[in-house]
């Protein structure tokens, strides 16, 4: 069935896998156009600046799910090692357990990456931020839940990359659990493991 596009905003799904599969060089008008069901003079309504514009856009659509769902949540956490535990859940699901790509960090690798330099970095930076929030509220020293809000994220690309190039999501899942086991023990909040490996088999069984 046709993608209905009455305004910008019913583009930025389609825009954001595009970009995701192809690249924001390699995205021509074509795999655009194909994906959002618009075609050049109606892209160009939407959208003035063009693939820039375009790409703006997907990663602001993009921040303010973090920011709502991740962020914030993080940030005013009352029940810290909860809502850390939480993230770790709703990343496996919006990463689809590794399968799907992390647009920002792609963004930042590629060579087009000045245009979005100040995005990139500005979601990057407020996860760690966020994150390091939670962890010192149970009482672990600024630095030390720095490095490892640190770790937690930059785990967390890693393990999206190497689950893509193995095909395989339990990679994903171990890797993000034991993050996790790691950021809760820092915070005294114990999960056992085998609970761990239990919680993700039934969410990678639920996913359609």
């Known amino acids: 069935m046709p993608r209905i596009v009455a305004e910008r905003a019913d583009a930025l799904p389609g825009l954001a896998e595009v970009f995701r599969e192809h690249g924001y060089e390699g995205a021509s008008l074509t795999h655009i156009s194909a994906a959002t069901g618009l075609g050049k003079g109606s ?14 856009a997907v990663l602001a659509d993009i921040d303010a799910w973090f920011e709502t769902e991740i962020f914030a949540k ?17 990343v496996d699901g919006y990463f689809r357990s590794g ?26 930076s407020r996860w760690i931020e966020a994150l390091r929030k939670a962890i010192v509220k149970r009482g672990v020293a600024p630095k030390t839940a720095k490095l490892l809000a640190e770790e937690a994220v930059a785990g967390i690309q890693g393990a999206i990359v190497l689950s893509r190039a193995l095909d395989d999501t339990g ?25 761990l490996v239990k919680r993700n088999k039934g969410a990678a069984k639920s996913k359609p």
């Open 43 to 56: 892209l160009y309504h939407f959208f003035p600046g063009g693939k820039e514009e375009m790409m703006a």
């Open 74 to 90: 993080l940030a005013h956490a009352t029940d810290a090692p909860a809502v850390v535990d939480a993230m770790f859940d709703a």
């Open 171 to 195: 990679t994903f899942q171990r890797i993000t659990g034991q993050l996790r086991q790691r950021l809760l023990d820092a915070m005294g909040y114990s999960v056992l493991w085998a609970d």
């Open 99 to 124: 399968q799907r790509v992390c647009l920002v960090g792609v963004v930042g690798l590629g060579s087009a990456r000045d245009p979005f330099a100040a995005a990139v970095a500005g979601y990057f």
